[in-house]
């Protein structure tokens, strides 16, 4: 098997656990939230997180190395259309997951005091959760148009 062909596979690969990690987890801590129930959200909120840790940074990490090392090998022009798209399209979506990290870190904080003090959920932890879901809403679109652009390589 040649050096590029493995390079594509773990590019596919971690393209998938960022996708579909990311995805499980927005729709299970999207619809805990839903429940209002303090243990099932600190529950779910402290594995989001440990999925990203786990899953979806290194996937972020392997992506752009993956890619960069495959675009060297393959003779492509680093300025070709679909290439350029995907780059800025991945530096946004990264614009939109950092904060979004930050916010889970501190959103499954705050429901594990929750739960320990047997109190409800802080408006704080309210707000956080529209502002995460505004910022998924946003990046989970740009992931499936750069799926597109890597698969159909447009020229224009």
Not at 4 to 14: A, E, F, G, N, P
């Given at each position: 098997?040649?050096?590029?062909?493995?390079?594509?596979?773990?590019?596919?690969?971690?393209?998938?656990?960022?996708?579909?990690?990311g995805?499980?987890?927005?729709?299970?801590?999207?619809?805990?939230?839903?429940?209002?129930?303090v243990?099932?959200?600190?529950?779910?909120?402290?594995?989001?997180?440990?999925?990203?840790?786990?899953?979806?940074?290194?996937?972020?990490?392997?992506?752009?190395?993956?890619?960069?090392?495959?675009?060297?090998?393959?003779?492509?022009s680093?300025?070709?259309?679909?290439?350029?798209?995907?780059?800025?399209?991945?530096?946004?979506?990264?614009?939109?997951?950092?904060?979004?990290?930050?916010?889970?870190?501190?959103?499954?904080?705050?429901?594990?005091?929750?739960?320990?003090?047997?109190?409800?959920?802080?408006?704080?932890?309210?707000?956080?959760?529209?502002?995460?879901?505004?910022?998924?809403?946003?990046?989970?679109?740009?992931?499936?148009?750069?799926?597109?652009?890597?698969?159909?390589?447009?020229?224009?």
């Amino acid at each position: 098997m040649n050096t590029y062909l493995v390079l594509k596979w773990i590019h596919i690969l971690s393209s998938v656990a960022l996708v579909g990690v990311g995805f499980g987890s927005a729709y299970y801590m999207f619809f805990v939230n839903r429940t209002k129930n303090v243990a099932a959200i600190a529950e779910v909120s402290r594995l989001v997180v440990r999925a990203d840790y786990w899953f979806t940074t290194p996937a972020v990490i392997i992506q752009p190395l993956s890619g960069f090392a495959m675009v060297s090998m393959s003779g492509y022009s680093w300025t070709e259309t679909w290439l350029v798209g995907t780059y800025v399209l991945f530096v946004l979506m990264g614009a939109c997951w950092l904060p979004v990290v930050w916010l889970q870190i501190r959103m499954a904080k705050m429901a594990k005091t929750a739960l320990l003090e047997k109190s409800e959920m802080p408006q704080q932890y309210w707000r956080y959760a529209r502002i995460w879901t505004r910022l998924g809403l946003i990046a989970f679109p740009l992931t499936i148009v750069i799926f597109g652009l890597m698969v159909l390589k447009p020229s224009v």
